[in-house]
């Protein structure tokens, strides 16, 4: 089963690691409201692109830094199998 790992850092210090199953992600993507989409496609958690590459078993990784309590922190996307 493949699966999104959702990296954050603090600096170069892994701060949390999450792993979800790309089945997940497609159940939001069918339940979201279009602006919630939009929303996190401006912050680089793009939906489509990560089901379209789960699907033809490329490459996705992406990287994106958001600010959380005051702190800022680099937000590390990738599919794994």
């Given at each position: 089963?493949?699966?999104l790992v959702i990296k954050k850092?603090?600096?170069d210090n892994l701060?949390?690691?999450t792993t979800v199953p790309v089945m997940f992600?497609?159940?939001l993507h069918g339940l979201l409201p279009?602006?919630?989409l939009e929303g996190l496609t401006q912050n680089?958690?793009?939906f489509d692109e990560i089901l379209a590459c789960a699907k033809s078993n490329t490459h996705y990784q992406a990287e994106t830094t958001v600010e959380e309590?005051?702190?800022k922190k680099r937000i590390e996307l990738y599919i794994k199998e």
């Open positions: 089963m493949k699966k850092f603090i600096g701060d949390e690691e992600i497609s159940l279009n602006s919630a680089g958690f793009d309590n005051g702190l």
